[in-house]
């Protein structure tokens, strides 16, 4: 669906996508890793379960979020990739952390 439209060699990263290792390129933003993958979808909705994607992709929409290294509502549109860095699409509304 997606496609990098510069396709000369780039500095790449790995890091996990719902546990499935990818090679993206250094300085993206989560969302554009996502769909470069090749995924469908970043979130299930509370109350309908509807698939969402990246919508805006400069932090207007909130369609993005994403439970990034466990920590979930994570707008990854305004995330930069970074190594090793675990992704995983976010199941309705998630519970808010508590702060210590
Ligand atoms: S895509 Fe709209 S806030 Fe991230």
Request: with cysteine.
């Amino acid at each position: 669906m997606f496609r990098r439209v510069d396709e000369t060699s780039v500095d790449t990263l790995k890091l996990r996508i719902e546990d499935r290792e990818y090679a993206v390129p250094v300085g993206i933003s989560v969302a554009a890793a996502v769909l470069l993958c090749g995924f469908n979808k970043v979130r299930n909705t509370p109350v309908t379960d509807s698939p969402r994607l990246p919508y805006c992709m400069m932090g207007i929409c909130f369609d993005c979020l994403m439970t990034i290294d466990g920590i979930p509502n994570q707008q990854a549109c305004q995330l930069e990739v970074r190594e090793n860095m675990k992704i995983e699409v976010q199941q309705g509304a998630a519970e808010l952390l508590q702060q210590r």
